[in-house]
């Protein structure tokens, strides 16, 4: 249930981190992953903006706030969680924009594999948005850094930033580091 999601620490520290990037007049693409959802609390409610989402649910969320401009794609949507639209109508949408910014999550990160998920048709949709987007943030929590999902979505080096958490494996966000990205450990709080 995502309206009611419970955030870890980790993963409210990524998601306040990540909205800070968001700009007066940016066009932005938001995650349908939990952390979209934790990052509602954190996005401008002060200036203008457009998000694009894939989520019925976070539509929904964002149909009361009068900062926002909101698009959400069409096409399939996957029953229960984040009601994601992610099939071949999605993608299709998402293709003909572009984004200032987008903020993306997944199963895994790792140096020599790449960004990584677990289907082909959120693999697909997800390489449309990120080819299609001036700055690229990737959102991953500690377990997810070092880790080889099912399909391969891109190489590290099409990420501008990844934005983890104070349990992520050193050794590689060095190696991720050295392939050009830039890192942001956000720390814990006491």
């Given at each position: ?119 082909d048709e959120t693999a697909t949709f997800q390489r449309t948005v990120i080819e299609n987007s001036r ?38 966000l060095v190696k991720i580091e050295e392939k050009g990205l830039e890192i942001i450990v956000v720390e814990?709080?006491?």
């Open positions: 249930d995502m309206k009611n999601i419970e955030a870890y620490p980790n993963y409210d520290a990524i998601a306040k981190k990540a909205a800070t990037f968001v700009k007066e007049n940016d066009v932005v693409y938001l995650t349908s992953g939990s952390l979209g959802f934790i990052m509602l609390k954190y996005l401008p409610k002060d200036f203008p903006y457009t998000l694009v989402v894939n989520s019925a649910t976070l539509a929904d969320e964002l149909k009361y706030w009068d900062n926002v401009t909101v698009y959400i794609t069409g096409g399939k949507m996957r029953m229960h969680g984040t009601t994601s639209l992610v099939d071949s109508f999605a993608t299709a949408f998402v293709k003909n924009m572009h984004f200032d910014i987008c903020f993306i999550t997944g199963a895994g990160i790792d140096s020599d594999f790449g960004f990584s998920n677990g289907t700055k690229r943030i990737l959102m991953l929590p500690n377990h997810k850094v070092g880790v080889k999902a099912f399909i391969k979505v891109c190489d590290i080096n099409c990420f501008d930033t990844l934005i983890t958490d104070w349990d992520a494996v050193e050794d590689e814990e709080r006491e």
